[in-house]
T-cell receptor, first 113, second 115 residues
Framework: NAGVTQTPKFQVLKTGQSMTLQCAQDMNHNSMYWYRQDPGMGLRLIYYSASEGTTDKGEVPNGYNVSRLNKREFSLRLESAAPSQTSVYFC????????????FGSGTRLTVV | GNSVTQMEGPVTLSEEAFLTINCTYTATGYPSLFWYVQYPGEGLQLLLKATKADDKGSNKGFEATYRKETTSFHLEKGSVQVSDSAVYFCALIPRSGGGADGLTFGKGTHLIIQP
């Protein structure tokens, strides 16, 4: 999944702990997204950012915050992790023009115990 | 709102069998349609797409045709291989935006190909 890098790949948290998932692109595109993937639920949009300095809620934003400090990076923060946030998290960017589509990172598998 | 419905599976086939995974959608206007594939332990990869009615997307022997009249985008392959075992996601994005930006996904179809 060249172009979108997510860190970390795996993380275990205790209930109530906080952490930030990082996403960085090297493709200079405006729109970036955070999804979560749960068994039987497909992927659901948490937050997105249409451009540097702007963010908007998606389908399931509760319990999360995001930051788009520059064009390249879009981070997702869990302030007080809950077991319901155990999931696989994917960052994505939108490719416009030729090659229109969405490119995904390789994911962060988060377990909250 | 926008939604995508696809058969959830698991779908189990023998090698060289014909594959169809059904996908239907609800959206305002005429969305762009996508199929993504997720191999075990990996992220999502774009398999194919279609951006207007009657377009046919194709890649790696897979095909899907954008059918406006039936609001469908069924995935087909004439002869599957063990290496095609994966989870397949149908997705859409509305042409005009229409609310939150970003893809709307179906729940995914787990495909298992037996040798």
């Amino acid at each position: 999944n060249a172009g979108v890098t997510q860190t970390p790949k795996f993380q275990v948290l205790k209930t109530g702990q906080s952490m930030t998932l990082q996403c960085a692109q090297d493709m200079n595109h405006n729109s970036m997204y955070w999804y979560r993937q749960d068994p039987g639920m497909g992927l659901r949009l948490i937050y997105y950012s249409a451009s540097e300095g702007t963010t908007d809620k998606g389908e399931v934003p509760n319990g999360y915050n995001v930051s788009r400090l520059n064009k390249r990076e879009f981070s997702l923060r869990l302030e007080s992790a809950a077991p319901s946030q155990t999931s696989v998290y994917f960052c994505a960017i939108k490719i416009t023009g030729v090659g229109y589509g969405y490119t995904f990172g390789s994911g962060t598998r988060l377990t909250v115990v | 709102g926008n939604s995508v419905t696809q058969m959830e599976g698991p779908v189990t086939l023998s090698e060289e069998a014909f594959l169809t995974i059904n996908c239907t959608y609800t959206a305002t206007g005429y969305p762009s349609l996508f199929w993504y594939v997720q191999y075990p332990g990996e992220g999502l990869q774009l398999l194919l797409k279609a951006t207007k009615a009657d377009d046919k997307g194709s890649n790696k022997g897979f095909e899907a045709t954008y059918r406006k009249e039936t609001t469908s985008f069924h995935l087909e392959k004439g002869s599957v291989q063990v290496s095609d075992s994966a989870v397949y996601f149908c997705a859409l994005i509305p042409r005009s935006g229409g609310g939150a930006d970003g893809l709307t996904f179906g729940k995914g179809t787990h495909l298992i190909i037996q040798p």
